[in-house]
């Protein structure tokens, strides 16, 4: 018997039909959480600064806390934290109850998690953070809730409507918890001056690690440098580049400053009889392209892709201290 491909019609029938339904729907959830996303923006005022004089002066650690979708933020929130130079982490408030409140040490704060306020789960981690004297930071809708009253700092998120048609499942309240959450990481990086450099010790792997690698961490130094005095000649020079096996050479002068750079198409260029004799000087492209060891390597590659070149001599102060090839930044896995 063949098989009947009404189904698959029928499928893809039925999708046309709730295609229109779909998208309107979509939006609509997009722009009713972008709505809160603009209410919550609008709201901030200086309850956020004192947070952040809270969290800044921190000797300890940052705890999140929250119950079922405000800790699922919550979690979000600790990653950020502490990939952006403030050490955090999530504590869950049932497992608090039953013990892992001694995680939370006296010269912590507490940032707890809470749409009403009056999650019943968190009433242990109230109750503790009040009897030690820990720091603690709401965020909540309601600025009269218990959790509110309870913080040293209540930071209050708009009353925008809920996406969901019912009113029922968290959706924009989750939004702005987790935007005010990432407001809260950015602000305090900015107040620290945390750099691209620290940026990358804490992403080490996968491809952000990858993007942040400096130039020192790839180049070839030492004994791998093909270098030579620009008084030698032009046999000596084609012997340091054969040697060398990146197709150049640098030339430095008596300081052992760069002079400049001898590639493969400037011997095309000065190719007669009588190139062996000449100096190095006499062939060199001066004013060579360089890069300084405290690069990102992608901007390695964004040079050498610009000027069509495939390597780059590492300069610090005037003098060559290394040399990156396109091909040690494709290893790295930088493009």
């Known amino acids: 018997m063949t098989p009947s491909k009404a189904p698959g019609k029928a499928k893809s029938r039925i999708s046309v039909e709730h295609t229109g339904e779909d998208l309107a ?34 000797t300890g650690r940052v705890v999140i806390t929250g119950m079922g979708k405000s800790g699922h933020v919550g979690h979000k929130i600790a990653s950020t934290l502490a990939s952006t130079g403030t050490p955090a982490f999530y504590v869950h408030p049932g497992e608090a109850s039953h013990g892992d409140l001694g995680m939370i040490r ?11 306020g009056e999650t019943p789960e968190l009433s242990d981690i109230i109750a503790y953070v009040k009897r030690f004297d820990i720091r603690m930071i709401a965020l909540t809708r309601a600025p009269g809730s218990t959790l509110a009253g309870a913080a040293d700092v209540s930071l209050v ?32 990086l900015e107040r620290k001056g945390f ?5 990358q010790v804490f992403h080490p792997g996968g491809q952000l690690g990858r993007r942040l690698l400096k130039i020192s961490d790839i180049m070839h130094s030492g004994d791998e440098l093909p270098l030579i005095g620009g008084d030698l ?7 340091e580049m054969t040697t060398k096996h990146f197709g150049c050479v640098g030339i430095i ?8 750079v001898i590639t493969d198409g400037d011997l095309r260029r000065h190719m007669g009889d009588g190139l062996l004799g000449q100096k190095a000087t006499d062939v060199m492209t001066r004013d060579a392209t360089t890069i300084g060891p405290d690069a990102i390597a992608s901007e390695a590659v964004q040079v050498m ?31």
Not at 157 to 185: K, V, W
Not at 253 to 260: F, H, R, S, V
């Open 195 to 199: 750099s691209a450099d620290d940026f």
């Open 305 to 335: 892709n610009a000027r069509a070149i495939t390597n780059l001599f590492v300069v610090d102060q005037g003098r060559p201290v290394g040399i990156v090839h396109i091909h040690d930044c494709l290893r790295a896995g930088v493009a």
């Open 253 to 260: 002068d008596a300081k052992g400053a760069l002079e400049g």
């Open 157 to 188: 998120l708009p009353n925008s409507l809920e996406a969901c048609p019912m009113g029922l499942a968290p959706t924009t309240s989750t939004t702005t918890m987790l935007a005010l959450g990432d407001a809260i990481a950015v602000a305090l």
């Open 25 to 58: 729907c979509a939006r609509r959830v997009l722009e009713l959480e972008a709505a809160g996303l603009k209410d919550l923006a609008d709201s901030l005022d200086v309850p956020f600064t004192d947070a952040l004089d809270l969290l800044s002066g921190l």
């Open 233 to 239: 000649t032009m046999d000596e020079v084609l012997l």
């Open 106 to 116: 006296k010269d912590d704060v507490v940032i707890a998690l809470s749409n009403s």
